[in-house]
């Protein structure tokens, strides 16, 4: 009797370290909305899997069936990867079960979380804390009025023909709360270098270069749709220049003005902050002139001269509640005169206007 309980307690025995002779890892909880699918890839990290029959997912005792319809059973890790899309909201206990020879079960959970895309309440303050790269500081740009504007955008120097590496990022714990992603400007989808749309719907394929190919500003958006369908975005302030630092379209003094014609708009850039262009025209007779320089809304000409030099004051009139202005008719007796424009960086539009 001795001997056969001695056999009993050895087997008891056997058996207990049978049952702790694994450990398995099925990944942290999962929280999804419905109808979204799961990779399910339960990992034996030790013990011998010379013992094992086969492995299997289960909820409530059945087995699960992947996205293919077919039982998650399979007897190698080599086919551990199942897609799942859990069926009803709530909780979801799956359980990753390790079966050996014996019949000896060992069992891991995995909780997965499933609400409904109507139920998601998106914070956009709180939920979509994205950025774009650490190396795109932000920066404020003041305007010679001493406003500033793009207080909460990135700003980044460049030239035509740079690489921008553009890569979007979110807080991590909202990603499921994402639709995809895009960059955009003026309400098109950039493409990258291989002529590609830069639309993803995982930060993995985030990484995708955009070359300006023109001087000037480029407002580029970083944009997040939630599974709202709502947009949430960052913006990235391009300022483009020209390969040649040193290139300038319109001189800097007087002596290197360039001459336009009367009633003629032009378009010109201001290629760099510092950047003033002088302009001349010539009146023939006494007229009322009206010189209209543009950018991104009516400005003041900086200074109007003369021939030998003096100042001339020109009429405009302030727009309430704005940085503009109104340009006015200011008299002006024949003879040749100077403009000197200096103002920020970019594209702007020139045009003296005149009436008898």
């Given at each position: 009797?001795?001997?056969?309980?001695?056999?009993?307690?050895?087997?008891?025995?056997?058996?207990?370290?049978?049952?702790?002779?694994?450990?398995?890892?099925?990944?942290?909880?999962?929280?999804?909305?419905?109808?979204?699918?799961?990779?399910?890839?339960?990992?034996?990290?030790?013990g011998d899997k010379s013992k094992i029959d086969h492995y299997?997912?289960?909820?409530?005792?059945?087995?699960?069936?992947?996205?293919?319809?077919?039982?998650?059973?399979?007897?190698?890790?080599?086919?551990?990867?199942?897609?799942?899309?859990?069926?009803?909201?709530?909780?979801?206990?799956?359980?990753?079960?390790?079966?050996?020879?014996?019949?000896?079960?060992?069992?891991?959970?995995?909780?997965?979380?499933?609400?409904?895309?109507?139920?998601?309440?998106?914070?956009?303050?709180?939920?979509?804390?994205?950025?774009?790269?650490?190396?795109?500081?932000?920066?404020?740009?003041?305007?010679?009025?001493?406003?500033?504007?793009?207080?909460?955008?990135?700003?980044?120097?460049?030239?035509?023909?740079?690489?921008?590496?553009?890569?979007?990022?979110?807080?991590?714990s909202k990603k499921s709360l994402v639709d995809f992603y895009?960059?955009?400007?003026?309400?098109?989808?950039?493409?990258?270098?291989?002529?590609?749309?830069?639309?993803?719907?995982?930060?993995?394929?985030?990484?995708?270069?955009?070359?300006?190919?023109?001087?000037?500003?480029?407002?580029?958006?970083?944009?997040?749709?939630?599974?709202?369908?709502?947009?949430?975005?960052?913006?990235?302030?391009?300022?483009?220049?020209?390969?040649?630092?040193?290139?300038?379209?319109?001189?800097?003094?007087?002596?290197?003005?360039?001459?336009?014609?009367?009633?003629?708009?032009?378009?010109?850039?201001?290629?760099?902050?510092?950047?003033?262009?002088?302009?001349?025209?010539?009146?023939?007779?006494?007229?009322?002139?009206?010189?209209?320089?543009?950018?991104?809304?009516?400005?003041?000409?900086?200074?109007?001269?003369?021939?030998?030099?003096?100042?001339?004051?020109?009429?405009?009139?302030?727009?309430?509640?704005?940085?503009?202005?109104?340009?006015?008719?200011?008299?002006?007796?024949?003879?040749?005169?100077?403009?000197?424009?200096?103002?920020?960086?970019?594209?702007?539009?020139?045009?003296?206007?005149?009436?008898?």
């Amino acid at each position: 009797m001795k001997i056969i309980n001695g056999l009993i307690i050895a087997l008891s025995i056997t058996q207990m370290l049978s049952a702790y002779d694994f450990t398995l890892d099925v990944g942290n909880q999962q929280s999804i909305l419905s109808g979204d699918t799961i990779d399910l890839n339960g990992k034996v990290l030790s013990g011998d899997k010379s013992k094992i029959d086969h492995y299997e997912w289960e909820e409530n005792g059945k087995i699960l069936k992947n996205t293919a319809g077919d039982e998650i059973i399979y007897e190698d890790d080599a086919n551990a990867e199942n897609g799942y899309a859990p069926e009803g909201q709530g909780k979801h206990i799956l359980k990753f079960v390790v079966i050996e020879e014996s019949g000896q079960r060992h069992v891991k959970r995995l909780v997965v979380e499933v609400d409904k895309k109507e139920n998601i309440r998106i914070n956009k303050v709180k939920d979509m804390t994205f950025d774009i790269r650490a190396e795109f500081p932000v920066k404020r740009e003041q305007r010679p009025e001493g406003n500033y504007r793009l207080s909460e955008g990135h700003y980044l120097d460049v030239k035509v023909g740079d690489i921008v590496p553009l890569s979007g990022i979110i807080d991590a714990s909202k990603k499921s709360l994402v639709d995809f992603y895009t960059w955009e400007s003026h309400g098109k989808i950039l493409k990258n270098q291989l002529n590609d749309e830069i639309q993803y719907w995982d930060e993995e394929n985030r990484e995708n270069d955009y070359v300006p190919q023109a001087v000037g500003r480029e407002f580029l958006y970083f944009v997040v749709t939630d599974v709202n369908g709502k947009r949430h975005s960052k913006t990235l302030l391009l300022k483009v220049k020209s390969k040649d630092t040193n290139q300038d379209d319109h001189g800097n003094t007087m002596a290197t003005a360039t001459e336009i014609e009367l009633n003629k708009k032009i378009n010109a850039l201001f290629e760099t902050d510092d950047d003033n262009d002088f302009f001349k025209f010539t009146l023939d007779k006494k007229q009322d002139v009206t010189i209209v320089f543009n950018q991104r809304g009516t400005r003041k000409v900086s200074t109007v001269l003369t021939e030998e030099g003096e100042v001339i004051k020109m009429n405009y009139r302030s727009v309430p509640g704005s940085p503009y202005f109104r340009s006015k008719p200011t008299t002006l007796e024949a003879g040749t005169y100077y403009v000197n424009l200096k103002f920020s960086f970019g594209k702007y539009s020139l045009e003296v206007q005149t009436q008898n």
